[in-house]
């Protein structure tokens, strides 16, 4: 056993290094060698580098509510997480078929409404939603693409086959410490990185400005859009991001006071006086998005941005009202979506998951609350969540209250153990959860970058990867061959 590797125990979870005997998967056998030849002290240096690294490079996510500061280094581990050829071939092939589906379901929705017509998901699911924009009805979008950037949540259970635990389908977030990531395990790692087959994820900003320059409205006829990212400021908690995303694609960055509307027309103020934009990169929700049509007290949006947004002479990425499709309730309906709209079966199941405001499924989850984790349809990183097994009895009956007074608002599911990894915990290696954010591109053609967002849960027996909740990161190797 490997020197970096003599303690660390898999115990009963899907291991994605080590198979059932404890025998290295074939995949991971050249990450393994290149490990072994390493003193503990020297991994530790490099990890050491990295993390400083990041802290100079401004590599950090926000945290709100907590006594420890709000600004922190994004917690990376230098163990990459490697997943073969054809493993990564049915993700590949599951990740399109989901976005095409719900893509056209995004379009029926917003238009047609086929889908509550034929009852396969019963109207009030959508009609009564928090994210169904009624504001959007009957507008055209260009190219008909809703959903042009999605990370899609994957985890493992103990079988180890892959399971859709959400698709994000507003403002996904991530992608440039899946990024980041990979530069710094070349910078630790060069000549295993080189040697290993390890497919890019280089490209993925370039391959993002192709995207918006794709959707362009069409009557602005032009080769060359303008392309801004809107973000809502250097305090929101994604703002490295932000500024890293619209760095690498070479396009401004803008805040709400930015930019005006004229004649339906959206501008960006400059020193040199007003500049169309064409396409807007919008890192700011539906409800902040313009003060005149949603919320009025929003400070971040822009007035009469929607008006020229239906008038065709600007698009969003990702579209208003795409937050129906990633509303956790409609997750349950995804399969059906997939089988109305493509004729298949999903390459990619959902978790089992029960609905509070169906009576039956009430009535089990409310009996079983202490077994199940429970979860609001519209919260998000970890927030809103009731980890059953783990729970506090006042915890427990909290939730119970809020699933009896709003039902329509909570899912439940079975825990889940998720696959893990072998992770630098202080001098050795330990075993820690992990689950996958691979990022989807809709453009002139779907694009699903090679790798994605390995996010961990650093702490010991945590189910939680979430940045906000203690989480940290690996970068994802997808290599081009199955060894």
């Not at 991530?174 to 390890?198: C, D, H, I, T, W």
């Not at 202490?370 to 609001?376: D, G, Y």
């Not at 899912?411 to 954010?437: A, K, M, N, Y």
Request: charged share 25%.
């Amino acid at each position: 056993m490997p020197m970096l590797l003599d303690s660390y125990d898999k115990e009963n979870f899907f291991d994605e290094m080590f198979d059932e005997e404890a025998a290295v998967r074939p995949h991971y056998r050249k990450v393994l060698d290149r490990m072994q030849r390493l003193e503990p002290g020297d991994y530790h240096r490099r990890q050491t580098a990295v993390d400083l690294a990041f802290m100079r490079g401004g590599v950090t996510f926000t945290v709100y509510n907590d006594n420890q500061g709000t600004e922190r280094i994004f917690p990376f581990d230098l163990m990459p997480r490697v997943i073969p050829a054809a493993e990564w071939e049915r993700v590949e092939k599951g990740l399109i078929q989901r976005i095409q589906a719900l893509n056209m379901f995004l379009h029926d929705i917003y238009h047609e409404q086929k889908i509550l017509r034929d009852r396969v998901i019963p109207p009030h699911y959508i009609l009564g939603a928090k994210h169904f924009r009624r504001e959007f009805m009957n507008c055209n979008v260009a190219k008909d693409i809703y959903v042009h950037i999605c990370g899609t949540d994957l985890i493992r259970g103990r079988d180890g086959e892959y399971l859709v635990l959400e698709d994000n389908l507003r403002c996904p977030s991530g992608a440039s410490y899946m990024l980041e990531n990979r530069a710094a395990l070349k910078r630790a790692f060069p000549n295993l990185f080189q040697s290993a087959g390890v497919r890019g994820v280089d490209n993925y900003a370039a391959d993002l400005r192709k995207v918006l320059n794709y959707v362009t409205p069409d009557n602005i006829g032009s080769d060359k859009p303008n392309v801004v990212l809107l973000t809502p400021g250097v305090y929101n908690s994604a703002y490295f991001e932000h500024a890293f995303l619209a760095r690498q694609m070479g396009i401004p960055i803008v805040e709400g006071r930015d930019l005006l509307v004229r004649d339906l027309k959206v501008y960006m103020r400059t020193t040199a006086g007003l500049m169309p934009v064409d396409v807007i990169y919008r890192r700011i929700d539906d409800d902040f998005l313009d003060p005149s049509v949603f919320r009025p007290d929003s400070l971040l949006g822009v007035p009469g941005l929607v008006n020229a947004y239906r008038a065709g002479n600007v698009s969003l990425a990702n579209s208003i009202g795409t937050g129906i499709a990633d509303d956790k309730v409609i997750y349950y309906f995804v399969p059906r979506i997939i089988k109305y709209y493509l004729g298949e079966d999903p390459i990619l199941p959902n978790v089992e998951t029960y609905l509070a405001s169906e009576p039956q499924d009430r009535k089990f989850i409310l009996e079983n609350l202490e077994k199940l984790v429970v979860k609001s349809a519209n919260e998000a990183g970890g927030y809103g969540m009731l980890m059953g097994p783990w729970a506090t009895q006042e915890e427990i009956e909290e939730f119970r209250k809020n699933i009896i007074a709003n039902p329509r608002n909570f899912i439940g599911q079975p825990p889940i153990s998720l696959s893990r990894h072998p992770t630098w915990v202080g001098d050795d290696f330990e075993g820690r959860h992990v689950d996958l954010r691979p990022y989807i591109l809709f453009g002139e053609k779907i694009k699903v970058t090679p790798g994605g967002l390995t996010r961990v849960a650093l702490r010991k027996g945590s189910l939680v990867v979430n940045s906000s909740q203690g989480g940290g990161s690996k970068d994802t190797w997808v290599l081009h061959d199955n060894e």
